[in-house]
């Protein structure tokens, strides 16, 4: 089994910046992918930012040029750097690893518990 904690959510006015961390623990042989998404009340879960194991990236058009994502494999954590802030970022935030737990075994989708982001003046 695999757990991920994530940290680094809470209140912060228009134009900041926070910095969201997931870290993941467990039975774990690499993670293939990790991401970033959000979700607001009655929409469904969008993708923010993505990172593969060879660190490409891809972003939501809402966010680029504003939020960076990046991995430290060592600790089997993934960060997203989130600076000028807007109002509609307010959201609760997910990680999501894909996790290989086995030498040559498939890989499995876990998803954080999610950490609330809200900006407002």
């Known amino acids: 089994q695999v757990q991920l904690v994530e940290s680094g959510g809470g209140l912060v006015q228009p134009g900041g910046s926070l910095r969201l961390s997931c870290a993941a623990s467990?039975?774990?042989?690499?993670?293939?992918?990790m991401g970033w998404y959000r979700q607001t009340p009655g929409k469904s879960r969008e993708l923010v930012a993505g990172i593969t194991s060879g660190r490409s990236t891809n972003y939501g058009d809402s966010v680029k040029g504003r939020f960076t994502i990046f991995r430290d494999n060592a600790l089997n954590t993934v960060h997203l750097q989130m600076n000028s802030l807007k109002p509609e970022d307010t959201a609760v935030y997910y990680c999501n690893l894909v996790v290989v737990q086995v030498v040559g075994g498939p890989a499995y989708s876990y998803w954080g518990q999610g950490t609330q982001v809200t900006v407002s003046s």
């Open positions: 467990g039975s774990i042989i690499s993670i293939n992918h």
